[in-house]
């Protein structure tokens, strides 16, 4: 079984920048790939980006590459999430996941076990 517990939310202006972390319980965190998901009111939760076991490879949804980076470190059993240029329409409650049958990073929803309870980000115009 895995925790996840994201923070690092919460209201900037367009333009500016959060960091979101996403701490994990159990040894066998290093073992999964791990992702963040975004959930706006009335919308599907969409896929936003996920990173390897490893860290060597990662993936983005098209609208927020070249703005996010995901990133993690094993020895504290954290991923994160940089967050910057940020708009109004990345206003959304932000999850993180783990995919603890999958070692490589993976963009499908269904693919992730594990899921925190959501952070909140608002950016306002």
């Known amino acids: 079984q895995v925790q996840l517990v994201e923070s690092g939310g919460g209201l900037v202006q367009a333009g500016g920048s959060l960091r979101l972390s996403c701490a994990a319980s159990?040894?066998?965190?290093?073992?999964?790939?791990m992702g963040w998901f975004r959930q706006a009111p009335g919308k599907e939760r969409e896929f936003v980006a996920a990173?390897?076991?490893?860290?060597?490879?990662?993936y983005y949804a098209d609208s927020v590459k070249g703005r996010f980076t995901i990133s993690r470190d094993n020895a504290k059993n954290t991923v994160y999430l940089q967050m910057n240029s940020l708009k109004p329409e990345d206003t959304a409650v932000y999850y993180c996941?783990?995919?603890?049958?999958?070692?490589?990073?993976?963009?499908?929803?269904?693919?992730?076990?594990?899921w925190g309870q959501g952070t909140q980000v608002t950016v306002s115009s």
């Open positions: 996941a783990a995919a603890a049958q999958s070692t490589l990073a993976t963009i499908r929803l269904d693919e992730y076990d594990y």
């Open positions: 159990g040894r066998t965190f290093r073992r999964y790939a």
């Open positions: 990173i390897s076991w490893s860290g060597g490879s990662t």
